[in-house]
Every structure is written in structure tokens, then in C-alpha cells.
């Protein structure tokens, strides 16, 4: 791993599937005691946490896209400060749900904030750090929706959102996929172990020291 660790990204619309994905690329490697933390966006700290509850899980606030960017861009900050820069730095391989990519999208795509004000605040919030890959795990929203529904857990305030603004929001996530040079687009639509086979064959391929013996 050497000084400088990995800091990947995964991405993607409401039930694409990144949490149960993060946890089984966290078991590859714990499998062969790689050193390496998982966390989340926005969280990750107490803080980070704190701001998360704000955002998510409090319907009756009315906040527009322009108050949703400061506040993640507060909570990007101290995560980026207190957890993932010490873990990297560390030589640890950073597994996050989550990063600016979707600020782009949700606060862009979705809420209508132009590119370059997300751009310029988040270049303060980040000083210029950007995952080493972002995969963007891709689903229609009717299947995303059928597998929250599926999950029973209680819709936060933005996967209450109407299906028109899911729309812009993974249209946003196919459209960025397709720029940037470390960012991949995974058909996230099939099961959950052919989709892990596919991420790591992905991973595989950017990172062969690490995830080489993935098959």
C-alpha cells in the first residue's frame, strides 16, 4: 500500500445498492487483513452525524439546494479532516458512501444549484481531494424504490422525493460518468453477488496490488 492509501467512492441513486456492496468489499478485504475503514457521506464523525440528522431525518424543515450545499459541505469538511485524510495518510484503503459526486447530483441535477457555485464551494470543503475511483452503481428508480420498499426502512427527507426529481438525479449520475477519468458506471439492475463480481473485477483492474486475486 505503501505511504498513501485508496480512497474509493461508491455512488448512485436511492436502492442502488451501495451500502450492501461497501460491506462486501470491506469483507474482501478484511479477508486478507488489508487495512481499511468504511464510513459515509454525510457521517462518518459525531459532527459529520450530526449534520446528517439535520438533512435526513427531519421532513418538516424546508431547506432549499443552496442550504443542502452548505450543509454538506460542513459535514464534508470535518469528515474529510477528522477520518479519511488521517486514514490515508495511514496507508488505508477508505471505502465511502458517498462524496462529492453526489453533491453534484442531487444539489445540481436535482435542486438546480449551478455546477461552478458546487464546484467552488466544494474545492473549499475538500482542498482538492478526490477518490482514486468512483463507481456509480446505476439502477431505475422503480427498482430502486421496490428494494427500499423491500428493505421496510423508513424513507428520509430526500428519498421522499417525487419520482421526477429521482429522474434528474440519476440522469445526473449517468451524465458525470461518462467525464470524469477514474469514474465507472455499473449496471447495478442484477443480483446483488453479480454485481459484487463486477465491482471487483473492476476494482481488480485500477488496483491489481490490492484486489488482483479477486477471482
Do not use: W
Not at 475503514?37 to 432549499?64: F, M, N, Q, S, Y
Not at 459526486?101 to 444549484?113: A, D, E, I, K, N
Amino acid at each position: 500500500m505503501g505511504k498513501q492509501g485508496l480512497f474509493i467512492v461508491l455512488e448512485g441513486p436511492e436502492g442502488a445498492g451501495k451500502s450492501y456492496q461497501i460491506d462486501r468489499i470491506s469483507r474482501f478485504l478484511a479477508g486478507r487483513d488489508i487495512s481499511h475503514l468504511t464510513t459515509r457521506e454525510p457521517g462518518g464523525t459525531p459532527v459529520a452525524e450530526a449534520v446528517r440528522e439535520v438533512i435526513l431525518h427531519h421532513p418538516e424543515l424546508k431547506l432549499d439546494g443552496m442550504a443542502e450545499l452548505f450543509l454538506f459541505s460542513a459535514s464534508r469538511y470535518e469528515h474529510l479532516e477528522t477520518l479519511v485524510r488521517p486514514a490515508l495518510s495511514r496507508g488505508e484503503v477508505v471505502l465511502c458512501d458517498r462524496f462529492e459526486l453526489s453533491t453534484r447530483v442531487y444539489q445540481g441535477f436535482g435542486r438546480g444549484v449551478s455546477q461552478e457555485t458546487i464546484q467552488a464551494i466544494t474545492a473549499e470543503a475538500t482542498g482538492g481531494l478526490l477518490p482514486d475511483l468512483y463507481l456509480v452503481l446505476d439502477v431505475p428508480i422503480s427498482v430502486g424504490r421496490a428494494r427500499q420498499e423491500v428493505g421496510g426502512n423508513e424513507p428520509d427527507r430526500i428519498e421522499l422525493e417525487k419520482s421526477d426529481f429521482m429522474e434528474r438525479v440519476r440522469g445526473g449520475y449517468r451524465a458525470l460518468a461518462t467525464e470524469g477519468d477514474c469514474t465507472e458506471l455499473i449496471d447495478a439492475s442484477g443480483s446483488p453477488p453479480s454485481v459484487e463480481q463486477t465491482i471487483l473485477g473492476v476494482l481488480a483492474s485500477y488496483f491489481p496490488n490490492v484486489f488482483g486475486d479477486a477471482y
